[in-house]
């Protein structure tokens, strides 16, 4: 859009917040996603923007983290960067992950 | 051989299709098994949403006093956004509370488990918490799945195992689709109280509204806003195209941030709750993104087989997944009966689909898709076009009004009249 967003408008979204009120059995220790050791930035970032839980980040330093815990098993990383990013995808174990109590 | 006390068909995912599909052949007399990952069947699974009814109705016909149906959708409403305005086209009808053609908003957590109920109390089996990691395959044929160390047998297998089908994609089935042929949603329940919904909508009680956005929801990029009425709650996403989601700048969580505080929608949640988070994959690629649907031992029904429609003011998917794994389910019982449950014996599928609204459908806006991913005009441009035009029109503040002509003319000239005789036609050929 040619209009800037007024700062007011465009508050940083705070999705620790929005996914705090889910049900989720986390299965610890034990990632349905796991990265490439190594990937480029620009693919990364992609994840950044893409994915709606917002698991993909840098920190002020530049250094990309991801956790999979908080994970809506939706597949955006899967369709954008297996293979670049993503080594593996997978679904959770059978009873663990997000369970949606409205969907 | 087949191992004696297999099952004569194996439904992998408990959603709208398989759920439909485990229903229609238990009713057959057959014996089913439906394997689900979550802990009950929905648990997995977001929508939009609305359902349109006719698919479903054929399958259940007391559905609409019987189901966890949320509100009858007698509000079409798609708006283009921009920064500060909407422009909308708002249609109201009782028409469209029509027995047969009438729509409702769904939450599928409750609605989902509904129809593993019904498919349960036709007699089939439905397991929940388990997830099939794989097929057993020999010789080319899909002879059940496994699930852990589990493996389990079954004259047909259908998977019905969602928009991510690792299963038909390890069958070389389907080619992941490439960027720009899905879209990520993502959606917030707000909770309000039911009267608060029905005053702020304009709908008797009972009834609902349905409304797309398109422009600023998605700050620009291909996609767009939705918004549904449940009973006492509303689902309020945005869906962005993955490849232009990409290329941007927003994430797609800011877009959903800051459509809800968008000067058009805000007063709409106001005091609401928020109380789920939810995201999914839509696969937009429509006609051309098709799978191979069957094979031997196997079909391919709903999201898996990618039997979606995105045409900016409607979305469907869920009445095509009913119809899908109500037609499997047919196709798997002559299949059954016949004793051939080759490629072969199973191609009837097709054909049904070929015959119904499914492929119908889905073939007659077989070139919206890139029509719409590539008009990004659509989605920056027009909206902002029109909402100049509207306040030239509406506005009236002591300074002399110019002819609707000029105004016209000034407001379209910066995307070209040419272009945008172009574009309607474009549109227009594609719809």
């Known amino acids: 859009m040619s209009e800037e967003y007024p700062e007011s408008l465009s508050a940083s979204v705070n999705l620790e917040d929005k996914l705090g009120v889910n049900k989720y059995e986390v299965d610890e220790g034990n990632p349905h996603i796991v990265l490439l050791e190594d990937f480029p930035d620009a693919e990364f970032d992609k994840l950044i923007i893409a994915c709606p839980a917002g698991l993909y980040k840098r920190d002020a330093e530049g250094v990309a983290s991801f956790d999979c815990a908080g994970c809506l098993e939706c597949g955006t990383c899967r369709y954008l960067c297996e293979g670049t990013v993503i080594a593996e995808w997978g679904y959770p174990q059978g009873t663990m992950g997000i369970e949606y109590r409205f969907g | ?431």
């Open chain 2, 1 to 431: 051989m087949m191992d004696e006390d297999a099952f004569d068909v194996l439904v992998v995912g408990g959603g709208v299709a398989g759920c439909a599909a485990a229903y229609e052949l238990a009713k057959a007399g057959k014996s089913v098994l439906l394997i689900e990952r979550g802990t009950f069947c929905g648990s997995k699974n977001m929508t939009g949403g609305r359902v349109y009814i006719h698919a479903f109705e054929k399958i259940w016909p007391d559905i609409e006093e019987a189901a966890p149906l949320e509100r009858k959708v007698t509000h079409e409403r798609v708006s283009m956004l921009s920064r500060d305005s909407a422009v909308a086209i708002d249609f109201t009808s009782t028409q469209l509370a029509r027995s047969g053609a009438d729509s409702y908003t769904v939450l599928r957590s409750s609605f989902d488990q509904w129809m593993a109920e019904q498919a349960e109390a036709a007699g089939a089996q439905v397991v929940c918490g388990i997830r099939v990691d794989d097929l057993i395959v020999r010789e080319g044929r899909v002879c059940g799945v496994i699930a852990g160390d589990d493996e389990l047998e079954a004259r047909v297998t259908i998977l019905a195992d969602g928009v991510n089908s690792l299963l038909a994609e390890k069958l070389g089935y389907i080619q992941k689709p490439a960027p720009h042929q899905v879209a990520v949603g993502c959606k917030e329940i707000i909770e309000l109280p039911s009267g608060t919904i029905e005053d702020r909508f304009q709908c008797a009680s009972g009834e609902g509204a349905a409304c797309l956005f398109v422009g600023d929801a998605t700050h620009g990029r291909v996609g767009g806003g939705f918004l549904y009425t449940n009973r006492d709650s509303i689902s309020l996403g945005v869906v962005a195209t993955l490849s232009h989601l990409a290329d941007g700048s927003t994430s797609v969580a800011q877009m959903m941030e800051d459509m809800k505080r968008h000067p058009v929608i805000a007063p709409l949640v106001a005091g609401g709750e928020m109380v789920e988070y939810s995201g999914h994959v839509v696969p937009e690629g429509g006609y051309g993104l098709l799978p191979k649907l069957s094979g031997d031992g196997v079909l391919v029904v709903g999201d898996a087989a990618m039997l979606c429609i995105n045409l900016g003011y409607m979305v469907r998917g869920m009445d095509f997944a009913a119809a899908s794994g109500e037609m499997a389910a047919l196709t798997a019982i002559e299949a059954i009966d016949a004793g051939d449950v080759s490629e072969e014996g199973l191609a009837g599928y097709r054909r049904r689909l070929e015959d119904s609204f499914v492929l119908k459908d889905l073939e007659t806006f077989r070139y919206f898709p890139s029509f719409m991913e590539n008009c990004t005009r659509l989605f920056d441009g027009y909206p902002d076009m029109v909402r100049d035009i509207m306040l030239g029109m509406f506005t009236v503040d002591g300074t002399p009004t110019e002819h609707v002509k000029p105004l016209l003319k000034s407001c379209v000239s910066e995307i070209g009249m040419w272009q945008v005789f172009k574009d309607v036609r474009g549109g227009l050929k594609a719809l």
